[in-house]
Nanobody
Framework: DVQLQASGGGLVQAGGSLRLSCAAS????????IGWFRQAPGKEREGVYI???????HIEDSVKGRFTIASDNAKNTMYLQMNSLKPEDTAVYYC???????????????WGQGTQVTVSS
């Protein structure tokens, strides 16, 4: 079975850091587009950081310079390093992978279950 397991969320003070992890099983990230999304209460889900197979990146403006994405092929895991966190970063964060390599993610793609990030002021 294809599965993404997200973890690493929690409560952190403004200015702090968190690293989210997303472990894949049943497939590898090779040739996949990978990404992190978030959904805050009352808001639509938005793409935070997306990496295409060709290495191109799509980064949400509000996180530029603060968030970075990485992957560890040996562990079949991708990460979202979040620094200088702000209260407005509070949301449920989801990881996703698109096996076609497209950066236009849909519900048909692989999605993790979400992990809550709460940033206190």
């Amino acid at each position: 079975d294809v599965q993404l397991q997200a973890s690493g969320g929690g409560l952190v003070q403004a200015g702090g850091s968190l690293r989210l992890s997303c472990a894949a099983s049943g497939f590898t990230f090779d040739d996949h587009a990978i990404g992190w999304f978030r959904q805050a209460p009352g808001k639509e889900r938005e793409g935070v950081y997306i990496s295409a197979p060709d290495g191109s990146l799509h980064i949400e403006d509000s996180v530029k310079g603060r968030f970075t994405i990485a992957s560890d092929n040996a562990k079949n895991t991708m990460y979202l390093q979040m620094n200088s966190l702000k209260p407005e970063d509070t949301a449920v964060y989801y990881c996703a992978a698109d096996p076609t390599g497209s950066v236009y993610f849909t519900e048909d793609d692989y999605w993790g279950q979400g992990t809550q990030v709460t940033v206190s002021s």
